[in-house]
């Protein structure tokens, strides 16, 4: 159970590195990590992250919040999340799976 606690940890830094680097904000400041996202609003906003299908093979992507806009951003990930199918979102699964994490 450590190392699981240790990895969501290490990605949760990775993340708020990012998103400070993206902001342009210092990375090595007294306010911390928490200057950019907290961990626990990431938590809150991955959470959120559905999916629903619309009709034939088209969905929408709901809850895109400022926090997952931001950490999609950070990361050079730009997508339509309107109305999509399924091929567009395996493109998107794709292009977080090869996120330099």
Partial sequence: ????????????RIIQFKILNYENKPTLNVDGWEQGITAEKIKEALNNFQVDPLYLDY????????EI???????????NFQKSN??????LRTMINNIGI
Avoid at 69 to 79: A, E, Q, R, V
Avoid at 86 to 91: G, M, R, Y
């Fill in 86 to 91: 399924i091929q567009e979102i395996k493109t």
């Fill in 69 to 79: 806009g931001k950490t999609l951003k950070s990361n050079d990930i730009d997508f």
């Fill in 1 to 12: 159970m450590g190392i699981i606690c240790f990895i969501a940890l290490t990605i949760i």
């Fill in 59 to 66: 969905y929408k992507i709901t809850e895109i919040n400022e």
